[in-house]
């Protein structure tokens, strides 16, 4: 009866459990054939001198293509508002992501690099791109990892790039329930627009093929608050 408990311990998370954080998206990827259909919940709070407030609603649908690559086929939609300016609620963005680990999935160390390609709807000149690295390390009951990205808002009048770092690490306080602690930043390049810094804890939980992770992100620099819910199901 024991090595049937360990059994299914250990196979629950190859089925859900995709990050232990709010912003850090982790290295792991479905299997081969899986599907997952995941949410993003997002504000950010007092950003900047306009004091900006908005929240994201993020849907994909995740395919696991083979035990390496996954892809993901998202849509975007924001509420903004800041001041001078009417608050607003619309469909942003929609395209295409790759998601590629270089180990196997039950490797201790996972490096994984990412590209999402999405189209802007309000402004439909600009190509919306992502470029990410990232690597975690599993020892233990203790998960840790780190990423550096680069984001990019391409048309005929140029090139706005944001550079995204982000360190989380989390252990195991029961079979299902993580805490940790992620920092993340938003470092933009262009002189108008606004870099932030945020840093929090986190709280995952895993059920069978469902899992829920949530990041309460307090502003160092340039925003009072980004927290964010991220769930999903695997099928």
Not at 41 to 66: H, K, M, P, S, V
Not at 93 to 104: K, N, V
Not at 121 to 135: C, N, Q, S
Request: glycine residues 10%.
């Amino acid at each position: 009866m024991r090595a049937l408990v360990i059994v299914v311990l250990v196979a629950t998370p190859a089925s859900a459990g995709r990050t232990y954080f709010g912003w850090f998206e982790g290295t792991d990827v479905l299997g081969e054939r899986s599907v997952e259909l995941q949410t993003r919940l997002t504000e950010r709070n007092d950003l900047g001198d306009t004091r900006t407030r908005d929240t994201t609603l993020w849907l994909g649908a995740q395919i696991g293509i083979t035990k390496h690559l996954e892809v993901t086929l998202p849509v975007e939609m924001v509420w903004a508002s800041a001041v001078g300016i009417e608050q607003d609620f619309a469909l942003r963005r929609y395209g295409a992501e790759l998601r590629y680990r270089i180990t196997d999935r039950d490797n201790a160390l996972g490096p994984l690099a990412n590209l999402s390609v999405t189209r802007d709807v309000v402004r439909r000149d600009v190509i919306h791109a992502e470029l990410d690295a990232a690597v975690s390390y599993t020892f233990g009951r203790i998960y840790a990892g780190g990423s550096i990205g680069l984001v990019g808002d391409v048309n005929r009048g140029g090139l706005r790039l944001t550079v995204r770092p982000a360190v989380a690490a989390a252990a195991f306080v029961t079979d299902q329930v993580r805490v940790g602690a992620e920092l993340h930043a938003d470092l933009e390049r262009d002189s108008g627009a606004t870099s932030w810094i945020i840093a929090g804890p986190s709280l995952s939980w895993t059920h069978g093929r469902f899992w829920l992770s949530a990041t309460y992100g307090l502003g160092i620099k340039n925003i009072s608050s980004a927290p964010r819910l991220v769930w999903a199901i695997a099928f």
